[in-house]
């Protein structure tokens, strides 16, 4: 593959990339407004956020293993055409019924993206590379993520809730049409046996889980919706060990999990996703308990998401030598930062909390994805990936989960303390299990 085409599949990566953190937070920002405008049950409103999560994370590995074995390219085009599909048919949706079954196929195609996305980088860019290409990858990560509730209360106020999962939908359709005319990038070295049953057991095991903790989160339904949940996630996982000990090849890639280093690394970049989502949670709380007005807050949110759209490049360069050192010490940073707002919630620290977690987590976009998977063979990186993906996503919806149970007890700045352990848990990981001197 020319370096012209290899930039045209990173390219469409990173265009997809954009769309995820658009498709939550416009979606949770929708909420309201499309519960009082279509007609259904009222329950079915966190439905609209939480069946797209639940699928996204149940079909994540299946995807990865199928992208591996098919065309990527076109597995990768074929997840945007979905996005781009029933995010249109989302804003024509005639109840709340038929959005939430749009919201479940749509989950399942930016599962398809995430890891046909993966593949078919880690197929084109060999490991030395990877750091770089993590670096562009969490630079596009980070601004979406920053940017994704503005846009989403803008997207709003211009065309209503309709216009939130028409304008993702847009985005993934540019995806795919980057893909025109590049090669499939199917790889010629690919196992006869396919481990379904072990990938779908998998995704039910995630995909309750994430689900029962995303119930949880002050949704009002039954406490026993939930609990049903855990013991299916429960049920499942003993499953999924019975068939994972008898599979010739199993879907889960355990020779990866037996890597120190990339179970690290994929703690580490959970425990700085929830640390996010806590902190962007928590100070405003803390800063409304302070009487910051409008301006301040603003300030203090901008502190804690503009590095991770300004410091992703630089955290690249900076990874070559001190990847280790990067993390370990961001994540150390964290632990000190929640700490102090035990003990203060003065204006000035939380200003200079904001500054020093969205600095940690600017400086470390990226970093962990890409020394992780640069352990991950080419031919299974859609695979590898998946796994990375669904480890972070799973930290972070327990962090959030635990918080949130922390903050009702004891007040909002628990909550930080809950991230803060989690961060020091991997901080101390990272500096266990990956070596000094990486190669």
């Known amino acids: 593959m020319s370096r012209r085409q290899r930039r045209r599949v990173l390219v469409a990566d990173l265009i997809s990339t954009a769309v995820f953190p658009l ?18 049950a009222d329950a079915l409103g966190p439905w609209i956020v939480l069946a797209y999560n639940g699928l996204f994370a149940a079909a994540l590995l299946l995807a990865g293993a199928t992208a591996d074995r098919t065309a990527r390219t076109r597995f990768f085009a074929v997840g945007n055409i979905i996005v781009a599909a029933t995010g249109f048919l989302s804003a024509l949706a005639p109840d709340l019924s038929s959005l939430v079954a749009l919201r479940v196929v749509a ?41 994704g509730p503005v846009v989403a209360q803008a997207l709003m106020a211009v065309g209503g809730w309709p216009l939130v999962f028409v304008a993702p ?43 029962a903790f995303g119930l949880g989160l002050g949704t009002g339904v039954p406490w026993w919706v939930p609990g049903a949940l855990i013991l299916v996630a429960a049920g499942s996982a003993a499953w999924l060990v019975r068939v994972e000990r008898r599979a010739s090849d199993p ?23 929830g640390m996010l989502v806590v902190g962007l949670t928590v100070l405003p709380q803390l800063g409304s308990a302070q009487s910051m007005g409008p301006g301040e807050a603003a300030v203090m949110l901008s502190l804690l998401t503009v590095p991770s759209t300004l410091l992703p490049l ?38 200079v909390a904001a500054g020093v977690l969205g ?3 600017g400086l470390t976009e990226g970093v962990p994805d890409g020394q992780a998977l640069k352990y991950v063979p080419s031919q299974r990186g859609g695979a590898g990936a998946a796994l990375f993906s669904t480890t972070r996503m799973s930290v972070e919806t327990l962090i959030l989960a635990t918080a949130t149970g922390m903050m009702a007890a004891l007040g909002p700045s628990s909550g930080m303390a809950v991230a803060g352990a989690v961060c020091l848990a991997a901080a101390l990981v990272v500096q266990r299990a990956v070596p000094s001197r990486e190669a």
């Open 314 to 351: 630089l955290a690249a360069r900076l990874a070559r030598r001190l990847a280790r050192q990067l993390v370990t010490t961001a994540l150390f940073a964290c632990t000190v930062t929640a700490v102090v707002l035990q003990a203060t919630h003065d204006r000035a620290a939380l200003l």
């Open 107 to 147: 989950g399942v195609g930016a599962a398809m993206c995430a890891a046909g996305g993966s593949s078919m980088v880690l197929a084109v860019y060999p490991p030395e590379e990877r750091r770089r290409v993590y670096g562009y990858a969490g630079a596009v990560l980070g601004s979406s993520l920053a940017l």
């Open 23 to 40: 498709a939550i937070t416009g979606a949770t920002a929708a909420v309201p407004d499309v519960t009082a405008q279509l007609p259904g």
């Open 169 to 211: 939908g847009a985005v993934a359709a540019v995806a795919a049409l980057a893909t025109l005319g590049l090669p499939g990038l199917r790889s010629a070295e690919v196992p006869e046996n396919f481990d379904f049953a072990g990938a779908v057991l998998f995704g039910v095991t995630i995909a309750a889980t994430v689900t």
């Open 251 to 273: 879907a889960i890639p355990v020779d990866l999990l037996r890597i120190p280093a990339y179970r690290a690394y994929a703690l580490a970049t959970g425990a700085f996703m």
């Open 359 to 361: 600095l940690c987590l």
